[in-house]
């Protein structure tokens, strides 16, 4: 059992070039996310898919599109790399009770560590 | 104000002793809360998770919700070397399916 694969784990840009984060979860799970993680800064949420055909904005979403391609699957591009971009990406899915709301909690990827320079 | 609030840390405590974990939220409407810990270079791992009001143990580790006070802490029992890692709290609010995590509590433990 897999749970949450990241592709890259390590990948270095020039400013202004672009690429796409693919995740891929095997646990039948409804939700998917993207978050960054920064020194000091903590995990924030780039965007989610709570179910397949849906995304949706999180705290910092801009520089970034998402695509959820089917259950398994949802990946995070960046259009134009920036320095300001250098981060650790993780990938995480979660099952979501619709009804009540519970959350089980999420299953994080392995992470992409991206430096922009 | 930030969502989530943790004490950054560090946190040492001797092998063997109790250490104890805090943290703070701010929307009284949260439902679900977790802890997740984090080793140096690694992604979070969830460890404990609680819903409602009192304690949850689960072997040496013992979450404790307190809704009226809006303050989640985490205490680890015995504590071990390899308990040395970073300890993120989370909150899912009501309104939505994502999280909002704390910057997260380095704990070392010293043998």
């Known amino acids: 059992n897999a749970g949450v694969t990241q592709t890259p784990k390590f990948q270095v840009l020039k400013t202004g070039q672009s690429m796409t984060l693919q995740c891929a979860q095997d646990?039948?799970?409804?939700?998917m996310y993207w978050y960054r993680q920064d020194p000091g800064m903590g995990l924030r949420l780039i965007y989610y898919?709570?179910?397949?055909?849906?995304?949706d904005k999180g705290e910092v979403p801009n520089g970034y599109n998402v695509s959820r391609l089917n259950k398994r699957e949802f990946s995070l591009r960046l259009e134009s790399a920036a320095p300001s971009q250098t981060s650790v990406y993780f990938c995480?899915?979660?099952?979501?009770?619709?009804?009540?709301?519970?959350?089980?909690?999420?299953?994080f990827g392995s992470g992409t560590r991206l430096t922009v320079v | 104000q930030k969502e989530v609030e943790q004490n950054s840390g560090p946190l040492s405590v001797p092998e063997g002793a109790i250490a104890s974990l805090n943290c703070t939220y701010s929307?009284?409407?949260?439902?679900?809360f977790f802890w997740y810990r984090q080793y140096s270079g690694k992604s979070p791992e969830l460890i404990m998770s609680?819903?409602?009001?009192g304690d949850k143990e689960d072997g040496r580790f013992t979450a404790q919700l307190n809704k009226a006070s809006q303050y989640v802490s985490l205490l680890i029992r015995d504590s071990q070397p390899s308990d040395s890692a970073t300890y993120l709290c989370?909150?899912?609010?009501?309104?939505?399916?994502?999280?909002?995590f704390g910057t997260g509590t380095s704990l070392t433990v010293i043998p």
């Open positions: 995480a899915s979660s099952e979501v009770v619709v009804i009540g709301g519970a959350n089980y909690g999420y299953t």
């Open positions: 646990m039948n799970h409804n939700s």
């Open positions: 898919s709570a179910s397949e055909g849906t995304t």
């Open positions: 929307d009284r409407g949260s439902q679900s």
């Open positions: 609680i819903y409602s009001n």
């Open positions: 989370a909150v899912n609010k009501i309104s939505g399916n994502q999280f909002y």
